[in-house]
């Protein structure tokens, strides 16, 4: 069964670092595509960023101050968020598909499989 945990949400302030974490059982992460999702109140969900065959990717929103990366011998998958800022507040979801085929991975259409998700608040 595939089942995905985020873990690793809270309260920080703004200009910190934050380290989510995506545990991951059912199949092995260095062969499925996981994605990290957030959605902010009153927003839709947005695609953040996804790693594929060892490659990560990252949306202009986050690029550069976040980076995605796993840990194959744990089956895990991080998200470190650095130089949060205010608009970073939201859920954070981590997703997983096996992604044969796929038009967009940064849309959640793409994702059959989601973490129960995290809150981050990042205060001033």
């Known amino acids: 069964e595939v089942q995905l945990q985020a873990s690793g949400g809270g309260l920080v302030q703004a200009g910190k670092s934050l380290r989510l974490s995506c545990s991951v059982t059912?199949?092995?992460?260095?062969?499925?595509?996981i994605a990290w999702f957030r959605q902010a109140p009153g927003k839709e969900r947005e695609g953040i960023s996804y790693?594929?065959?060892?490659?990560?990717k990252y949306s202009e929103s986050v690029k550069g101050r976040f980076t995605l990366s796993s840990d194959n011998a744990k089956n895990e998958v991080y998200l470190q968020m650095n130089s949060l800022q205010l608009d970073d507040t939201a859920i954070y979801y981590c997703?997983?598909?096996?992604?044969?085929?796929?038009?967009?991975?940064?849309?959640?259409?793409?994702?059959?499989?989601w973490g129960q998700g995290t809150q981050v608040t990042v205060s001033s």
């Open positions: 059912g199949f092995n992460v260095r062969d499925w595509v």
């Open positions: 997703a997983a598909d096996s992604a044969s085929a796929y038009d967009d991975l940064f849309q959640e259409y793409e994702y059959h499989y």
């Open positions: 790693i594929s065959w060892g490659e990560s």
